[in-house]
């Protein structure tokens, strides 16, 4: 379970010393089957955070009619900002795991760790706020009163309880060292999918 952990805290809030932890708990393993020695690049998951604001802003902002979107860059941008200051709110734990069971003829061992998340949930994610402003054609007013708006519920302090099943693999038969998961980013990503 305490590689769940790691997982939950380096994919879900990027917290820096979990994905070195990670990085490391997965690394032999990784050399061993002659893939790149870092499960996570660091710098590269720093830059896109810092980039992600800007870039999603411009994307949504294009949505809009091209009179309106001047004016929507900044709240777009803070909006962005908001909802990535949510998710690195979130709190997220290991809670059981399932006895593992052998599957396959490489007697691949697998086990079933339920896992839960604090989060801040809001009435309507801002992808699909952004997707009723525009299919709405809603006037400039009303969407800075929306996207205002959703930038408060985004604010927020964790509101939910999400609960989920995160998987972890080993092969003895192959001498893994570690208990990982190849698409871990799956279970991760269905936690926001909705948020």
């Known amino acids: 379970m305490a590689a769940v952990d790691l997982y939950l805290k380096a994919l879900v809030t ?8 990670l990085n490391d708990y997965l690394r032999a393993d990784r050399v061993r089957t002659e893939r790149r020695p870092d499960y996570a690049d660091i710098a590269a998951l720093k830059k896109a955070d810092q980039e992600f604001p800007e870039e999603v802003a411009k994307l949504a902002q294009n949505l ?4 309106m979107q001047p004016t929507l860059k900044e709240p777009l941008v803070a909006l962005m900002a908001t909802v990535q200051q949510a998710r690195q709110k979130s709190e997220c734990k290991a809670v059981s795991a399932s006895e593992p069971v052998a ?3 490489y007697g691949v061992l697998t086990s079933a760790v339920r ?3 604090a989060v801040v949930k809001v009435p309507e994610n801002w992808a699909k ?6 299919r709405d054609k809603a006037s400039l007013a009303e969407t800075h009163a929306e996207l205002n708006k959703l930038q408060a519920a985004y604010a927020a302090p964790v509101n939910f309880k999400y609960e989920g099943t995160f998987s972890i693999s080993t092969v003895p038969q192959d001498k893994d060292e570690a208990w990982r ?6 279970p ?7 948020l």
């Not at 998961?181 to 799956?186: C, I, L, P, S, W």
């Open 188 to 194: 991760i990503d269905e936690i926001f999918s909705d």
């Open 129 to 134: 706020t952004i997707q009723r402003l525009v």
């Open 103 to 105: 599957e396959g003829k």
């Open 14 to 21: 990027h917290d820096e010393q979990a994905l070195r932890q």
């Open 64 to 67: 809009f009619p091209a009179t």
């Open 181 to 186: 998961n190849d698409f871990a980013r799956e």
């Open 115 to 117: 896992f839960e998340c």
